[in-house]
T-cell receptor, first 115, second 113 residues
Framework: AQSVSQHNHHVILSEAASLELGCNYS??????LFWYVQYPGQHLQLLLK??????LVKGIKGFEAEFIKSKFSFNLRKPSVQWSDTAEYFC?????????????FGTGTRLKVLA | NAGVTQTPKFRVLKTGQSMTLLCAQD?????MYWYRQDPGMGLRLIHY???????AKGEVPDGYNVSRLKKQNFLLGLESAAPSQTSVYFC????????????FGPGTRLTVT
């Protein structure tokens, strides 16, 4: 079965530290990949997405993600986090199987940035 | 555009009561989804719809029913609420095809006592 794994459930960083959140998926076909962010008390918003082309994708607020097909990974990175990046981050994969698009979310990584 | 809206924002139910959550979108999206979000479990898909008049089961459909009578609305019903259905419910919509992102509503916080 298709799945998305986010191995880091909770991450605590100090401001200005670098961030990398892991995301691995299990699906052998073509995928579209997404990272969403949920700030405290708010709904999910798109951070960035990958469909094709350059595997390094840049999103909003200085975030970027790299698609490594051989590793089935789509890790999220930010060189220097800010207190305002405190949020929960979700990786998602959109696949196409048997004539149906299937959207799968990971379980999320809760990031806390200390001022 | 309002995007995706959800009604109500908060609700407290007693066990056995019923209620309907309303999701509305004004982006003319074909696909709509209902998720529940629980601590440590991420988003779990309850039901979804790929167009007006169609619905399908997701990962955790038991205890819920849905209807998509109009393209812009997607209703989630709880016929007999249980404490295990205490959660935050999010609706989302997406355009047809693989490239669309999902647009989420603000959520409904439901407590069943």
């Amino acid at each position: 079965a298709q799945s998305v794994s986010q191995h880091n459930h909770h991450v605590i960083l100090s401001e200005a530290a670098s961030l990398e959140l892991g995301c691995n998926y299990s699906y052998g076909g073509t995928v579209n990949l997404f990272w969403y962010v949920q700030y405290p008390g708010q709904h999910l918003q798109l951070l960035l997405k990958y469909f094709s082309g350059d595997p390094l994708v840049k999103g909003i607020k200085g975030f970027e993600a790299e698609f490594i097909k051989s590793k089935f990974s789509f890790n999220l990175r930010k060189p220097s986090v800010q207190w305002s990046d405190t949020a929960e981050y979700f990786c998602a994969v959109n696949t196409y199987t048997s004539g149906t698009y299937k959207y799968i979310f990971g379980t999320g990584t809760r990031l806390k940035v200390l001022a | 555009n309002a995007g995706v809206t959800q009604t109500p924002k908060f609700r407290v139910l007693k066990t056995g009561q019923s209620m309907t959550l309303l999701c509305a979108q004004d982006m003319n999206h074909e696909y709509m989804y209902w998720y529940r979000q629980d601590p440590g479990m991420g988003l779990r898909l309850i039901h979804y719809s790929v167009g007006e008049g169609t619905t399908a089961k997701g990962e955790v459909p038991d205890g819920y029913n849905v209807s998509r009578l109009k393209k812009q609305n997607f209703l989630l019903g709880l016929e007999s609420a249980a404490p295990s259905q205490t959660s935050v419910y999010f609706c989302a919509s997406k355009e047809v095809g693989s490239r669309g992102e999902q647009y989420f509503g603000p959520g409904t916080r439901l407590t069943v006592t």
